[in-house]
């Protein structure tokens, strides 16, 4: 691990480098590549975190970010522009990232942020070693198509027919589809798989539900959805379709309902690795963090312009209801 460069000399001899980082003697840098864009929750939520462990933009630390626009095809060449500069540690957000972080350096410490399984998507061989030089954090988003489908079941009667909203620009769209396709079976739900790569689908994609008399929307965990997530909802709205989504944030834009990982707990996780690595800790020894709290948000204002009834049971198994 190389420091960064000395900016003033107050401490001399054998001081410990966590005393010269306290008196704010190295800066540190700490790369960020996203297929979206800049000013996402996640980009902001994670400068905060690294703020509250002391990082302070400017006095001991710079960020080097670099944004694919909803273009993941350009995040190869940002990665390696992105290590060009060097930086201590990169976090790489979604799997596009992380494939594109992993092939452009195999020293510089990654720290990724993932709905995918790291494993299946072939970033690391096990989540309590990964080895090499990432660690990260994983929200297990496809993991959860079943129970958001069994919540959508609970909530509009008769349901048969179920959309999946999906981005086939993601890496691991195979298992992706395995998983929801064993859902819906299992549920005795017929599925409709509906592709989007970006906002220009979007028109078309509803068109089909339509024509196709989906009776709800599963929207898969990507980026580029969480960038466009108001445009989905009205969306939604506009063809009277309830949805299920994987984060609290897509329901406090309107869906009707969202089940998942907290994201605001996920990536306080990954601000920590950030801190641990800069102190000296290895990415490779670090296990990969999973989920340990689902939330279940349900939205009532959006339920009642669908016509729609919650179950009583199901309102009071959610963590929060907007009103």
């Known amino acids: 691990m190389h420091r960064r460069r000395v900016l003033s000399f107050t401490v001399v001899g054998l001081a410990a480098p966590f005393v010269a980082r306290a008196q704010q003697a190295v800066t540190w840098r700490i790369g960020y590549l996203s297929p979206v864009t800049t000013g996402a929750p996640g980009h902001v939520l994670l400068r905060k975190s690294l703020r509250e462990l002391g990082y302070v933009e400017g006095q001991n630390v710079a960020f080097d970010d670099r944004f694919a626009d909803g273009h993941p ?184 309902i969202s089940y998942g990982a907290s994201q605001a707990d996920a990536i306080n996780l990954a601000a920590g690795y950030v801190d641990k690595i800069l102190k000296g800790a290895r990415p490779g020894d670090l296990p990969i963090e999973q989920p340990t709290k689902f939330e279940l948000v349900i939205n009532l204002k959006t339920t009642k312009a669908l016509g729609l009834t919650i179950p009583q049971s199901l309102l009071l198994r959610a963590d929060e209801v907007i009103q």
């Open 73 to 256: 095809d350009r995040l190869p060449m940002m990665a390696a522009d992105l290590v060009r500069r060097n930086p201590d540690v990169i976090v790489a957000v979604s799997p596009p990232a992380v494939r594109a972080a992993l092939g452009a350096t195999k020293g510089i410490p990654i720290v990724m942020i993932t709905g995918d399984d790291p494993v299946r998507s072939g970033f690391v061989t096990s989540l309590a070693r990964p080895g090499g030089n990432i660690t990260g954090v994983t929200f297990l988003v496809v993991d959860l198509f079943a129970k958001q489908m069994e919540l959508l079941k609970q909530v509009v009667p008769h349901l048969s027919r179920v959309a999946f909203l999906w981005d086939p620009t993601m890496p691991t769209t195979t298992e992706d589809l395995t998983v929801v396709r064993t859902a819906a079976q299992s549920l005795g739900l017929r599925l409709q798989i509906v592709p989007v790569r970006g906002a220009i689908d979007y028109g078309a994609a509803f068109a089909a539900m339509v024509r196709e008399k989906a009776g709800a929307l599963i929207i898969a965990g990507s980026p580029t959805f969480n960038q466009d997530r108001r445009d989905i909802v009205a969306l939604t709205a506009k063809h009277r379709l309830p949805a299920a989504w994987p984060f609290k944030q897509d329901a406090e834009a309107g869906g009707l």
